[in-house]
């Protein structure tokens, strides 16, 4: 079982920076097993992946409308990952989730993800 909670959210200018944290307690498997990535969704909008990084950190992937922007990393040692976002705009408003696959199986699709964090909010003004 994994439990997954986000912070960092909050409202800034565009232009502005947040940096977004995903903490998760694990009993069983190790966080350190387990790709993490970030979701948003947008008011209005379906929920869309933004980033990834694998169980080690050997890889990361942002979808292109971020990239540049934003950089995710993670802490096995805190249990934790990271989403630095810099510069922010406004179409970034939303609701933020994290999430954690199997380690391997962590990709943009939304149905390989297995726990889920109740979401930090995220609001841009322009």
């Known amino acids: 079982q994994l439990r997954l909670a986000e912070s960092g959210g909050g409202l800034v200018e565009a232009g502005g920076s947040l940096r977004l944290s995903c903490a998760a307690s694990?009993?069983?498997?190790?966080?350190?097993?387990?790709?993490v990535a970030w979701f948003r969704q947008a008011p209005g909008r379906e929920r869309e992946f933004v980033s990834v990084?694998?169980?080690?950190?050997?890889?990361?992937d942002y979808i292109d409308s971020v990239k540049g922007r934003f950089t995710i990393s993670r802490d096995n040692l805190k249990n934790t990952v990271y989403l630095q976002m810099t510069p922010l705009r406004s179409e970034d408003t939303g609701d933020y989730y994290c999430?954690?696959?199997?380690?391997?199986?962590?990709?943009?699709?939304?149905?390989?993800?297995?726990?889920w964090g109740q979401g930090t909010q995220v609001t841009v003004s322009s």
């Open positions: 694990a009993s069983g498997r190790a966080f350190s097993n387990y790709d």
């Open positions: 999430a954690a696959a199997t380690a391997g199986l962590g990709v943009r699709n939304s149905i390989s993800y297995d726990y």
């Open positions: 990084i694998s169980y080690n950190a050997d890889r990361a």
